[in-house]
């Protein structure tokens, strides 16, 4: 056995220790209050819940959330003002907990909508803003709170956040809304996030992405200044042209990721039939891209053209042993959707 003089407890040490044991049974003290707090639930008053969301611990706000969120549209009218107040809460959690409290406030006749629309219309705090942004959209949007959103699409902290909503429910900005988030002043997060939406929501809202069609000139005009954005116009052609697909199909090796984004979300969005077929290579070649989001989206524009296609159902196939585990349990639901062996 080794022995040292660092082996020996010193007085700093006992006392670091004491102080941990002292937070350990502070910590568990405050949970079992918590607890007692859900547990009340149903016979807690609105003065009490009120009384609590303002208490010092994070804990008793967190469980009073917790309870409010349970009793759901009925407290909404008396207590939705302290809820919104903590969204300014600087304790992630606590923030996340009154998020989820306001999206519990949906049902007949909820006030929440209107009542936190009021608020976002006057707010300037870029944090707030965000946090009532998610929990508008976490109660269920409505064709007015549109604007809300799309007044925030150039903001740097908040267009994330409003791109999705906007594409959405508002289909006549579709495009405008690809653009301002494609454009190479955008943070990169949001240019990924335009591109993918505009693919997932491809498969079930192609009417909608037709209603934004931008004329030729104006697409090829982009495919200068801003290539994938001129991809993504592209694709909101009514009828793609052969020197269109050769520019998609040529996209798809682009050593630019967002690119190759933006050409698997034009195949998907845009009806080629046959054209796609001769891109069937190079959308192949993507699902062993090392980005986590090109295989998984070459996976979705296979599973299109699996219906009628040998080689693009042995593609999911080989997809399906990808260690990219999105992309292969996005193989795996192709696979037995079209009746071939997934495991």
């Known amino acids: 056995m080794f022995t040292s003089g660092d082996d020996q407890e010193t007085p700093r040490r006992r006392k670091r220790s004491d102080r941990s044991q002292d937070e350990l049974e502070e910590g568990l003290e405050e949970y079992q209050k918590a ?42 009218d008396e207590i939705l003002p302290d809820v919104v107040a903590l969204l300014r809460s600087d304790d992630p959690l606590t923030k996340r907990y009154a998020i989820g409290c306001l999206g519990d406030f949906r049902g007949r006749g ?16 870029p944090a707030l803003i965000r946090a009532l942004l998610i929990a508008i959209g976490s109660i269920g949007m409505e ?7 799309t007044r925030h699409l150039c903001h740097a902290e908040l267009n994330i956040i409003c791109l999705t909503p906007v594409v959405l429910y508002g289909s006549g900005s579709l495009f405008d809304v690809a653009l301002v988030a494609t454009d190479p002043g955008s943070t990169y997060v949001c240019r990924d996030r335009a591109i993918m939406v505009l693919a997932m929501i491809a498969g079930t809202s192609k009417e909608v992405l037709m209603q934004a069609s931008v004329d030729r ?5 982009l495919m200068q200044s801003n290539p994938p954005a001129g991809i993504l116009a592209i694709a909101l052609q009514r009828k793609a042209s052969d020197d269109d697909v050769l520019v ?13 984004l933006a050409a698997l979300a034009a195949i ?76």
């Open 268 to 343: 998907e969005v845009h009806s080629l039939g046959s054209k796609t077929e001769a891109m069937l290579d190079g959308i192949i070649m993507c699902i062993d891209h090392e980005d986590s989001d090109i295989p998984f989206l070459a996976v979705r524009v296979l599973d299109n053209l699996a219906v009628k296609n040998k080689r693009a159902r042995e593609a999911l196939q080989r997809a399906t042993e990808l260690r990219n585990s999105w992309a292969s349990a996005a193989a795996k639901r192709a696979l037995t959707k079209h009746g071939g062996n997934s495991e």
């Open 143 to 149: 064709p007015d709170c549109v604007s809300l959103f």
């Open 248 to 260: 998609i199909q040529k996209a798809l090796s682009n050593p630019s990721r967002h690119v190759v």
């Open 110 to 125: 909820a006030p929440s909508i209107p009542r936190l629309r009021d608020i976002l219309a006057t707010e300037k705090d």
């Open 217 to 221: 000139q104006a697409a090829q005009s």
């Open 35 to 76: 607890k007692s707090i859900v547990a009340r639930c149903p016979e807690l008053t609105v003065d009490e819940l009120r009384k609590l969301l303002t208490d010092a611990s994070e804990n008793k706000r967190r469980a009073a959330l917790h309870c409010i969120g349970e009793r759901g549209p009925a407290l909404a």
